[in-house]
């Protein structure tokens, strides 16, 4: 199917989530914004919120960053794909049609939230997906087990430096040989861009560049 196909059925079915004015429990172990400030203990906890519908469904992977995956895509053709933060389902949707012989297994922190994801899969007819609910620290020791060697990683999730930074040394020996790590909202804040640089200073990767404006940037680690 071409990119641009895949494009229009994603983003179709997020501008009906758009319009929903239903509202969601939601427990968040994530950093929230950028001017939260979490302690690492409010993020291991959870903080339990409301957030709306049509308001989550604004959020993650769209036509730009698409492009930029799909990219990678190409070039890797990647058959087991791992993902921090499924939120909405949209991203992995993405990845499902790019890659459809592949396997994707994306963790979400909440579980309404991953009962969203499934629905979206169930609607797009994907059957490549696995949706776990959990913190990632949690989920990924037992699932790294199950599914490596990786080929593809997307840390989407938990916007925190040292998060991030222990996701990427936790990940990296599961992954294959030539396989990519793909950081998203590397600007985010300033303890990701932190995240980023001290992950370029490791040297433990072939390359390294970062794509998109300021408002999106990615960090792509080719190991």
């Not at 969601?24 to 001017?35: K, L």
Request: glycine share 8%; aromatic share 10%; charged share 30%.
């Amino acid at each position: 199917m071409e990119f641009e196909k895949i494009v229009e059925i994603v983003e179709s079915r997020r501008d009906v989530l758009k319009g929903s004015e239903r509202s969601i429990e939601v427990v968040d172990f994530g950093a929230g914004s950028p001017r939260d400030k979490r302690t690492k203990e409010q993020m291991e906890k959870g903080v339990l919120c409301a957030i709306a519908l049509c308001d989550l469904a604004k959020i993650g992977v769209k036509r730009e960053k698409a492009q930029e995956i799909f990219k990678i895509f190409k070039a890797l053709n990647p058959k087991v794909i791992l993902e921090l933060g499924t939120c909405c389902g949209f991203s992995s949707s993405y990845m499902s049609y790019f890659a459809s012989d592949s396997r994707i297994y994306s963790i979400e922190g909440s579980e309404n939230v991953a009962n969203i994801a499934r629905e979206n899969h169930q609607i797009f007819g994907l059957k490549n997906i696995e949706v776990l609910v959990g913190r990632f620290n949690l989920v990924l020791p037992s699932l790294l087990e199950r599914i490596a060697p990786l080929d593809f990683a997307f840390i989407d999730g938990h916007h925190d430096r040292f998060a991030t930074l222990e996701y990427f040394h936790t990940i990296r020996p599961f992954m294959d040989k030539g396989g990519v790590m793909l950081f998203d909202d590397i600007a985010w804040s300033g303890g990701m861009q932190e995240a980023w640089e001290e992950i370029l200073e490791s040297k433990i990767y072939k390359e390294a560049y970062v794509v998109g404006e300021n408002t999106w940037k990615m960090g792509a680690v080719w190991l």
